[in-house]
C-alpha cells in the first residue's frame, strides 16, 4: 500500500460539460504525435490549458479538481493519466459518465460523484476529499455526501492504481507459494 491520506487541497473549479478529449486535453494532437507509450510530460502539458491557461504552471500536488455536470465527457484514458500527473489527488464532480470514473481509478485517481460540490466551493479554496468514506469537507466545515468507494476501489487507489495492486498481489502469492 502506498498510504494514500485523503486528498485536502485546493480548488481548481471546472464547469458543466468539460470535454475530456477536447477540453481536458487535446485528443487530436495526441492521436496524430503520440506512440504507444503515455507521454506524461506533453499530457502534463496540455492538460486544462485550453479551458485555464494557467493551470499547467500554477497547480501544484495534492490540488483537487472540481466539476460541474457531464464532466470530462468523451474521454480517453489519456485525460486520467494526464490529471494525475499534472499532481491533482482527487477529481469531485456533479457527475460524469462511470468510465471516466474507472479509467482514473486504474491510473490511481479518485473521482468522486458528490452531488451539491459546484456550487459550494470557488476556486482556490481548500477542501478534503475522502472516497473511502464519500465525504467532501468544506472550508465552513460541512460535509457532502458523496457516494462512498468500494473496498477494492479503495485499494485500487491507495496503491496507486489497478497496476500497481495487481503486482503487489501477485508478488505476494508468489512469495506464499515458495
Known sequence: MTGHATPRGRVWRFGNDVSGDDGIIEFAIIREGFGKAF????LRAMCF????PEFPSEVRPGDIVVGGTNFAHHNHVEVSVAIRASGIAAVVVESC?????RRALNTGLPVMICPGI???VADGEVIEADPAAGEVRLPSGRVLRARP???RMVEIWRAGGVIPLLEREFAMRRAASD
Open 118 to 120: 459546484a456550487a459550494a
Open 39 to 42: 507521454d506524461e510530460d506533453a
Open 97 to 101: 459518465e462511470a468510465g471516466f470514473v
Open 49 to 52: 490549458r485550453r479551458l485555464r
Open 149 to 151: 468507494f468500494s473496498e
